[in-house]
């Protein structure tokens, strides 16, 4: 005991990092310590990255194909049934418009709400910020984005759809949709370790999503009295400022400023409620 | 010198049973907040919940130095594995506080964050990325750490194709090039080939050696005596002992042989011990300590609920890493009636057992010694006894300083001739 009393006096290292463990009430980030782990969420993304398509014998060409395919798919049953006004965009293009961003923003939630479960031998042996885990898979899910992105410029150079200033907003499109997706993967990955109900309601609850988000069919082409409510959902402005993005069409400033509030709200509460769960993930898991 | 790693009345609290230990599902806490809405708020007073409340670690108070070996020894349950989560920082405690100065490695598992689908080089980046060594750091030592664990040839293959060994020779060589001033390790010696463990065993010496400060828990009682410079002992998750290795070792193995009655139940094999059973295991030298050539003295009770005829006592003795070191089966026959009790006495005489600490395996069986002998009754785990390096023969004075690896006989009656080569031979 007598050893530990000069504790009171000086630190022994002053030249060491001193590292202190006790129970903790703090439910912000670390962002300092965060900054100091940065390569190894390089590293779990490049794990991601690689490990997708192991033994797979299409390998990354998977992450062209889901939204080419979904595009076959809706134009064969929507492209001629309805005549929906796209703005004079060609329906095959416009819900291709539509599913590459989609597609990024279902996987980036259903990976990132399935990591945390799937780390379980991290979690149980290694301390590192956990957050780091669904946002890795947040960051391999954009490597996808910018393969699958190589073909909507494809078809926009194929439908002589010209480039304009309107596309400068893409980057910010990214940013939004990423970290919408962050703040609902990590949230839900949290919920995950203690109710692994999560794993399987969340197929739904992107299938259900997918429909409210007018990923496939105009925000206009639907009834007056719905669209009020379908705009409470902020992927509805993201997708849709997407389109105005690449065709060059005007944008919906105020549902894109909405979407950009509840994304905001979204990680603050998200990280929050991360960040109070995380001292318990390591028993509970 | 100062302490590098401070440990102040550390405590950690699991609820068995609460919503805490395992994971629920959904329903079951829709449940729970229909069926009583303000069991939540009754939850923080000292109801009926209080036996549920378990401290894994309560009030541990310990110092590290720099430069020292701590050997973390006691029991399964006894919060071993705890006190590491908890400096490892993957668990957080419920009280006290933890002060570790400098960087911190801590090794719970080899292997961890591996993937099998990713090649050794692949493996080597991000396990080492996980275990917090820096870009820069890794490619610094890569060919270190591919010498060390000698897998160059097998670089660019998945580990999935590895074999269990070169796995976790890859494994110990990433986390012992882990430049770290506390390095923290559990029982990852218990893996790999015995050749692989010393090699691991020299590196963390090596370690301590640069002034570095390891942590090690281990069931291997000789790893904790040839390594450690300190050692501490857990039970029932308080610190009961803490002092230099040799003697917390001695602390832990006689309190394991006080509760020995209540013991046997938990050291006997399933489904044994139904017609004749050991009641008592003991030994007539004192303490349990054997001098160095002095015969072995077992005091075996048996009780039996039926008649037995030809039945013999075999056998094993175990040094503390779980390797048996040899058997007997007693020439001599018994018998017992129903409802007997027998005291049994056994004398192995001549056993050249090095110094140090082994324990016993007992069985009774039946059907002589030379047909099919089976158990009736077997238990491994007692008595314990050490073997003093003390001997009334002073030429046997290497006993002294009797090194672990050197096995656990000592050949006594060798023999050593110097011949001359011939000379016209040499001519040649």
New interface residues.
Partial sequence: ?T??E??LHE???PD?????????KSTTLDFAELWQYR??L??LT??DV??RY??TALGAAWAILQPLFMMGIFTLFFGRLAGFDTGGVPYPLFALAGLVPWTFFANAISMSGNSMVGST????????PRILIPAGAIAACLVDLGLSALVLAAALALYHVAPTTHLLMLPFLVLLTSTLAFGVGAWLSALN?????VRFLLPFLIQLWFFASCVIVPSNALPAKWRGFIMLNPMTGVIEAYRSSLFGLPFHWASLGFATLVTIGVLIYSTYAFRRME??F???? | MPPSVRVQNLGKQYTIGGTDSAYSTLRDALVEVTKAPLSRFKRNGASAKAEKIFWALRDITFDVEQGEILGVIGRNGAGKSTLLKVLSRITEPTTGRVELYGRVGSLLEVGTGFHPELTGRENIRLNGAILGMRRDEIEKKFDEIVAFAEIEKFLDTPVKRYSSGMYVRLAFAVAAHLESEILIVDEVLAVGDTQFQKKCLGKMGDVARDGRTVLVVSHNLGVVGALCTKAIYLADGMLRAEGPPDEIINCYLSETLENKVHDLERLRFSGMGKQVRFLDLSMANTENNVDYGEPLEFVLTIQSDADLQALTIGSTIFNMTGTSIGSLITREEFSIAAGEQLVLRLRVSNLPLAPGSYYCGFSIGSGGRLAVRSDLDALIGAPTFQVLPISTNDEDDPLINWHRGWGNIVFNETCLTVEKPHLDHANK
């Fill in positions: 005991m050893a530990n000069h504790s630190r022994p290292f060491r990092a001193l590292v202190v463990i006790q129970p903790s390569e190894l390089y590293f490049w794990r690689k490990v192991k033994q031998h991290l979690i149980s042996k290694v301390y590192f370790v203690k109710y692994r109900d001292k318990h390591a028993d509970m898991i």
